[in-house]
């Protein structure tokens, strides 16, 4: 028997999410290919320039879906964890991506990491921060388990600058995004969370207000697609910074 669809709403509440994520787990990937219309590759490739992994680093890459990411970093040599809090997309990524020796699945709650203090040289998360109850408490989280001098990236959806753009992006996210998901996805309804989620998340300006409010420092971002996407990028400070640092004004 085929188990009702999950929708999540704009509660977060982690049960729902969860849930529904654990029913897209299977064709999550191919999804969001086609969603994108490609552009998920494109924005994959700028976040791991941007992580810049190396062999001896230890990565945690959190709402790792299916380990996709994940895999790109651990060719590096990096040891890579790959966090989620979906069981159902944890299970696809051990299927999928179970052998490689330096990549490790964890069921991981990015408000409540089950890592020690300054544990990781990088912490990445992609579209993920977007689905979590509180954001702030998450990047809080996220800074505690980096090391000093690590590093926090970032891609999340976000706001195009350019007004006809935007009016555009808008168009396609309200009235061609869930025609194609009904086709594609087994959880079409998941989508029309997707694209509400999106709608009332924060500009790049606010995020970056939100990041270096959470003690990060060195916070900057670029735009990906117009804004379509931005990548964060920011530095867990050493304990000598100033909780006054200058850097953390904005």
Same mark, same amino acid.
């Given at each position: 028997?085929?188990?009702?669809?999950?929708?999540?709403?704009?509660?977060?509440?982690?049960?729902?999410?969860?849930?529904?994520?654990?029913?897209?787990?299977?064709?999550?990937?191919?999804?969001?290919?086609?969603?994108?219309?490609?552009?998920?590759?494109?924005?994959?490739?700028?976040?791991?320039?941007?992580?810049?992994?190396?062999?001896?680093?230890?990565?945690?890459?959190?709402?790792?879906?299916?380990?996709?990411?994940?895999?790109?970093?651990?060719?590096?040599?990096?040891?890579?964890?790959?966090?989620?809090?979906?069981?159902?997309?944890?299970?696809?990524?051990?299927?999928?991506?179970?052998? /490689?020796? $330096?990549?490790?699945? +964890?069921?991981?709650?990015?408000?409540? *990491?089950? &890592? @020690?203090?300054?544990?990781?040289?990088?912490?990445?998360?992609?579209?993920?921060?977007?689905?979590?109850?509180?954001?702030?408490?998450?990047?809080?989280?996220?800074?505690?388990?980096?090391?000093?001098?690590?590093?926090?990236?970032?891609?999340?959806?976000?706001?195009?600058?350019?007004?006809?753009?935007?009016?555009?992006?808008?168009?396609?996210?309200?009235?061609?995004?869930?025609?194609?998901?009904?086709?594609?996805?087994?959880?079409?309804?998941?989508?029309?969370?997707?694209?509400?989620?999106?709608?009332?998340?924060?500009?790049?300006?606010?995020?970056?207000?939100? /990041?270096? $409010?959470?003690?990060? +420092?060195?916070?900057?971002?670029?735009? *990906?697609? &117009? @804004?379509?996407?931005?990548?964060?990028?920011?530095?867990?400070?050493?304990?000598?910074?100033?909780?006054?640092?200058?850097?953390?004004?904005?």
């Amino acid at each position: 028997m085929t188990p009702e669809p999950n929708r999540a709403d704009l509660g977060k509440d982690p049960a729902r999410v969860s849930g529904m994520f654990d029913q897209v787990a299977a064709n999550y990937d191919r999804t969001n290919s086609v969603l994108s219309l490609g552009q998920d590759k494109l924005w994959r490739i700028a976040t791991v320039k941007a992580i810049d992994p190396r062999p001896g680093q230890k990565i945690l890459d959190l709402a790792a879906g299916t380990g996709a990411s994940s895999v790109v970093l651990a060719k590096s040599g990096a040891q890579v964890v790959a966090g989620d809090f979906s069981r159902g997309m944890i299970a696809e990524g051990e299927r999928r991506h179970g052998h /490689i020796d $330096n990549l490790t699945f +964890v069921e991981a709650d990015a408000m409540n *990491l089950p &890592f @020690g203090d300054d544990e990781f040289d990088t912490v990445t998360i992609s579209y993920g921060l977007r689905n979590v109850a509180e954001p702030r408490i998450a990047l809080q989280e996220m800074l505690r388990v980096t090391k000093p001098g690590g590093m926090l990236v970032m891609s999340e959806f976000s706001t195009p600058r350019n007004a006809v753009f935007r009016a555009l992006y808008r168009f396609y996210n309200d009235m061609i995004l869930p025609t194609i998901a009904r086709f594609v996805s087994s959880n079409a309804e998941a989508y029309d969370y997707l694209n509400e989620s999106i709608a009332t998340w924060p500009d790049q300006k606010k995020l970056s207000a939100w /990041i270096r $409010n959470a003690g990060w +420092v060195n916070v900057a971002h670029r735009d *990906l697609t &117009f @804004g379509i996407v931005a990548l964060h990028r920011a530095t867990k400070p050493f304990a000598e910074h100033s909780a006054n640092d200058p850097s953390r004004n904005g």
